[in-house]
């Protein structure tokens, strides 16, 4: 790591990881507001706001490089936009505000406003396209899963590392019918499947706890911003993971090379997405497997976050109680 990086590294660690919590909390809150509304719009908007105010809070010279999309598509929190008070260390921040837009709007499981946040050129800068994935969690020997092995050899090796039979794996598999010979794949080896409407991030996320969430395995195809934002998290948990771009127009291939990338064909490692100090807080907005949802009392508000840090391997949940509602906003 070079000296900057160090330089940098020490002041993630000493100042950044609650507050990164506090940008997670206040996106999942204005979000959440807006659960079951139908409107995915409005719920994104809200929590793009209130996290571009948080950030703008910190002590970084921050550049977003997994965002709301390019600058003439998003308003704010686009691709290359200055965040942060300047007056601290460079660092590129990968987020999503409100994953899972249309599980927010119909107020279903695991719907979180996630951000992640590393030294400069140390996160993938991906382009809005989509990227197949294979992800499982720590504990398994390195190079036990290949995204260009065929679904039940990997899902075999999990099994055999596992010490389980085929049928005790489950695969958490986006509900799309681009999966639809994916899906078909899997049931064939007599694997069980998770399918989940939308939110890949959490999906991943999944595959690190299987004896709390039941999934071992992720697989399929997504968006390749959340890929970078996963990779992220494992980064800090643990675990395996490749990915590869899907591009099909030129649009998009032109829009790749702008980004730095030079092989579009290329099969990303875990290392290639994240490098090794990466911070990443995730705050539920809807109730999931991994952590609860915003809860609005009377008097208080109550937020459940996950925060990480790779270079320590530190996880901790906060679950906290908030009783000083002007910092959120609300009307």
Same mark, same amino acid.
């Given at each position: 790591?070079?000296k900057?990086?160090?330089?940098?590294?020490?002041?993630?660690? @000493?100042?950044?990881? +609650?507050? +990164?919590?506090?940008?997670?909390?206040?996106?999942?809150v204005?979000?959440?507001?807006?659960?079951?509304?139908?409107?995915?719009m409005?719920?994104?908007?809200?929590?793009?706001?209130?996290?571009?105010r948080?950030?703008?809070?910190?002590?970084?010279?921050?550049?977003?490089?997994i965002?709301?999309g390019?600058?003439d598509?998003?308003p704010?929190?686009y691709?290359g936009?200055?965040?942060?008070?300047?007056?601290g260390?460079?660092?590129?921040?990968a987020?999503?505000?409100?994953?899972?837009?249309?599980?927010?709007?119909?107020?279903?499981?695991?719907?979180?406003?996630?951000?992640?946040?590393?030294?400069?050129?140390?996160?993938?800068?991906?382009?809005?396209?989509?990227?197949?994935?294979?992800?499982?969690g720590?504990?398994?020997?390195?190079?036990?899963?290949?995204?260009?092995?065929?679904?039940?050899a990997?899902i075999?090796?999990?099994?055999?590392?596992?010490?389980?039979k085929?049928?005790e794996?489950?695969a958490?598999?986006?509900?799309?019918?681009?999966?639809?010979?994916?899906?078909?794949?899997i @049931?064939?080896?007599?694997?069980?499947?998770?399918?989940i409407?939308?939110g890949?991030?959490?999906?991943v996320?999944?595959?690190?706890?299987?004896?709390?969430?039941?999934?071992?395995?992720?697989?399929?195809?997504?968006?390749?911003?959340?890929?970078?934002?996963?990779a992220a998290a494992?980064?800090?948990?643990?675990?395996?993971?490749q990915?590869?771009?899907?591009?099909t127009?030129?649009e998009?291939?032109?829009?790749?090379? @702008?980004?730095?990338?030079?092989?579009?064909?290329?099969?990303y490692?875990?290392?290639?997405?994240?490098?090794?100090?990466? +911070?990443?807080?995730?705050t539920?907005?809807?109730?999931?497997?991994?952590l609860?949802?915003?809860?609005f009392?009377?008097?208080?508000?109550t937020?459940?976050?996950?925060?990480?840090?790779?270079?320590?391997?530190?996880?901790?949940?906060?679950?906290?109680?908030?009783?000083?509602?002007?910092?959120?906003?609300?009307?």
């Amino acid at each position: 790591m070079a000296k900057n990086d160090v330089a940098a590294s020490s002041v993630l660690d @000493r100042i950044l990881t +609650l507050e +990164l919590v506090r940008v997670a909390e206040r996106a999942a809150v204005s979000a959440a507001r807006l659960r079951g509304h139908g409107d995915e719009m409005a719920a994104d908007q809200a929590a793009v706001d209130a996290m571009r105010r948080e950030l703008n809070r910190l002590p970084i010279d921050g550049t977003v490089v997994i965002g709301e999309g390019e600058r003439d598509e998003a308003p704010m929190l686009y691709i290359g936009e200055a965040v942060g008070n300047k007056n601290g260390p460079k660092v590129d921040i990968a987020l999503d505000p409100l994953e899972g837009t249309t599980v927010c709007a119909k107020n279903l499981p695991n719907s979180l406003a996630v951000i992640a946040l590393a030294p400069e050129g140390d996160l993938l800068n991906a382009p809005d396209s989509y990227m197949d994935k294979i992800a499982i969690g720590p504990g398994y020997p390195a190079g036990l899963i290949d995204l260009d092995a065929p679904i039940a050899a990997n899902i075999a090796a999990i099994a055999k590392e596992k010490g389980v039979k085929v049928r005790e794996i489950t695969a958490c598999v986006l509900d799309r019918p681009r999966h639809a010979r994916l899906i078909e794949d899997i @049931r064939a080896t007599g694997a069980a499947i998770r399918l989940i409407g939308d939110g890949d991030v959490a999906g991943v996320i999944h595959c690190t706890d299987p004896e709390e969430t039941g999934i071992d395995l992720y697989v399929g195809i997504g968006g390749a911003p959340e890929g970078v934002l996963a990779a992220a998290a494992l980064r800090c948990i643990g675990g395996q993971m490749q990915t590869r771009l899907v591009i099909t127009r030129e649009e998009q291939v032109e829009r790749a090379y @702008r980004m730095g990338i030079e092989d579009i064909k290329k099969k990303y490692t875990l290392e290639d997405m994240a490098g090794p100090d990466v +911070l990443f807080a995730a705050t539920g907005v809807t109730d999931g497997n991994l952590l609860q949802g915003v809860k609005f009392g009377r008097t208080d508000i109550t937020t459940h976050t996950l925060v990480m840090r790779s270079s320590t391997g530190t996880v901790r949940y906060i679950k906290a109680k908030h009783s000083q509602l002007d910092k959120f906003h609300l009307d």
